[in-house]
């Protein structure tokens, strides 16, 4: 049998930047220090962190007055940082520099009298962030089918979308957007970050190799989802996983070529656990398929900077 790994795969700049914020701030602030939701959506990052002294709270609620809170990777509304502030809480804003970035455009369209449509899935935690920004000027869709269904007072449309989507379904659903609408404005880069693309388009590539893809992430984590999803599509069977324990090797049967993907919210060495299960049944072939070099880092939330 033989392996293929997938590359680009694993931590985006927004998630390695996250971890790394709950990690200085344990060494600058001591333990504990509270992070509002899961850091990033993956079960053995918020373990490891919680071992080393974090707090994961669902609300600012349960953080005791004046303590350090850190908020997530996926942002919030602008009423998380008032809570914060009626608290008087030490925040330390993890939010990914490319969430801030589609925050913005929301206020923007919003403020210049748009009507957005954002598309993407209810009740995650980005979407609930950036829905906070403009309340009334903002409809959430998923899907080509809910454009029909759009009901907008106004003549100015603009679009948005959450940043870990399928490029391509969300392709589907702005070219239904533009035929209805067809002077819809879109924001000036596209929403669906490069993390988000590159890790499609390399899994694309190797589920087009392979007969079997596993996809290393939680089942909480949007990424991750996609990607056993556009394996799927590519024509590969596709099974998410959050390690080599999940394996269930009935899914090998048969197979010639089985190809290795993580989600943004991965640790590679959950990856070199998986790549060791193989070797331990004697695979040893394992090739890695690289399809773009990535090189985008963002520096430490300012509050860190400046402790
Ligand atoms: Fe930022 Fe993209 Fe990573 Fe989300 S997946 S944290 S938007 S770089």
């Known amino acids: 049998m033989k392996v293929l790994l997938a590359a680009p795969r694993g931590y985006c700049a927004g998630v390695d930047r996250a971890v790394e914020t709950v990690e200085r701030a344990l060494a600058q602030f001591g333990a504990p220090v ?10 053995h990052v918020v373990r490891d962190l919680e071992s080393k002294g974090a707090i994961f709270v669902e609300e ?3 953080v005791p007055e004046g303590a350090n809170a850190i908020l997530s990777a996926h ?5 998380v940082y008032e809570q914060a502030r009626g608290r008087s809480l030490q ?4 939010t990914c520099p490319l969430v801030t970035k589609v925050h913005f455009e929301a206020r923007k369209f919003a403020s210049d009298g748009f009507d957005i449509v954002l598309i993407g899935h209810e009740g995650h ?7 906070g920004e403009a309340p009334s000027s903002i409809t959430l869709i998923e899907k080509p089918a809910d454009v029909d269904s759009l009901d907008l007072p106004g003549n100015k449309v603009a679009y948005l979308s959450q940043t870990t989507l399928s490029v391509d379904e969300t392709n589907e659903v702005i070219a239904a957007l533009r035929e209805r609408f067809p002077q819809i404005q879109g924001p000036p880069r596209e929403d669906i970050c490069y993390a988000t693309q590159n890790r499609q388009t390399a899994v694309k590539e190797i589920a087009r190799r392979a007969d079997v893809v596993l996809v290393i992430g939680s089942q909480n984590s949007s990424n991750s989802k996609r990607l056993a999803e556009v394996a799927r599509v590519a024509g590969a069977e596709s099974y998410l996983i959050d390690d080599e324990t999940e394996i269930d090797p009935a899914w090998l ?3 010639q070529t089985v ?14 656990r998986v790549v060791d299960w193989f070797r331990g049944r004697g695979e040893t072939d394992v090739e890695e398929v690289r399809v773009v070099h990535e090189d985008v880092h963002f ?9």
């Open 34 to 43: 509270y992070v509002r939701k899961q850091i990033v959506h993956n079960a």
């Open 60 to 62: 600012l609620d349960e």
């Open 75 to 79: 942002g919030v509304a602008p009423e």
């Open 91 to 94: 925040t330390i804003d993890a």
């Open 125 to 131: 935690e980005e979407v609930i962030g950036t829905m």
């Open 253 to 255: 049967d048969g197979a």
């Open 259 to 272: 190809g290795i993907t993580s989600g943004a919210s991965a640790p590679e060495w959950l990856v070199d």
């Open 299 to 307: 520096g430490l939330p300012k509050e860190l900077d400046r402790a």
